[in-house]
């Protein structure tokens, strides 16, 4: 990922939060096989067990997550860790998305459009992306990988239930959704069907593309073109504009 300083998030915790805020990552794997592609990628939700924010940290968390089985991918991973052991020997990169993101049209820079026309349409958005090792749960038969699976499933359904639907069970709102509402015997079919990936987090970087590039004008017109959009993406984008220019103003002065 290309990290322009006016654009990079230093804060190891910070980028910690941004993936539990936005746990649907984008897992890449460059793996040789005779039967699958090299590069393939998939889209999972990750439970993140934070370790330290230490940018010197070996290991600054860890991912857990599940995909599967008859993926590709998975296929083309479970070939790799069974030459050896259950740690593939390549490196893995997992990418996440922030969910609000918008294109940014020329006419916004209501300073330098009308002084030069020297402008460009640009996108803005906000993205994490990690690299580490990866562990794999692949033995359907070993108690360790059923134990895996067991907490893995429910510490994602909780995750989900509770910070993306809002089901806490406090404030007159649902309770959660359990994974032992569903009957054992279905959920040990469906876990026979899934292997769970543990990704140890070496590498973690990220930005805030928000026009804090922009000149002061510039970044005024962007906010009060996307708040004239008239929509909820609209009206987040200039939130997010506005915190991210006020926090890169804030930092210069410091």
């Known amino acids: 990922m290309y990290l322009r300083a006016v654009h990079a998030e230093g804060s190891i915790k910070a980028l910690l939060e941004f993936i539990r805020q936005n746990p649907l990552g984008i897992l890449t794997t460059a793996i040789s096989s005779q039967s699958h592609p090299f590069i393939q990628s998939s889209h999972i939700p990750w439970v993140l067990d934070e370790i330290s924010d230490d940018p010197d940290a070996p290991v600054k968390g860890k991912l857990r997550g599940h995909m599967a089985r008859q993926n590709p991918q998975a296929k083309a991973i479970m070939e790799n860790a069974g030459q050896s052991s259950s740690q ?87 309770g959660p959704w359990t994974v032992s509402e569903a009957p054992e015997r279905y959920i040990d079919i469906m876990k026979k069907n899934i292997i ?38 609209g009206d987040q984008m200039a939130s997010l504009v506005k915190e991210r220019c006020a926090m890169k103003d804030a930092s210069k002065a410091s």
Not at 205 to 224: L, Y
């Open 88 to 174: 593939l020997t390549q490196d893995v990169m997992i990418l996440f998305t922030g969910s609000v993101h918008h294109y940014v049209t020329p006419k916004f820079y209501t300073e330098t459009k009308p002084n030069t026309a020297k402008v460009v349409p640009t996108w803005n958005y906000s993205a994490v992306q990690v690299y580490g090792k990866a562990t794999v749960h692949f033995d359907s038969t070993s108690p360790e990988t059923s134990s895996y699976l067991s907490k893995q499933i429910h510490d994602l359904s909780q995750l989900c239930e509770t910070s993306q639907m809002g089901y806490t069970g406090q404030d007159g709102k649902p």
């Open 196 to 233: 769970g990936i543990e990704i140890a987090i070496e590498s973690i970087g990220g930005k805030f593309k928000m026009s804090q590039e922009s000149t002061p004008g510039d970044r005024e017109g962007v906010i009060n073109g996307f708040s004239n959009l008239g929509s909820d993406v």
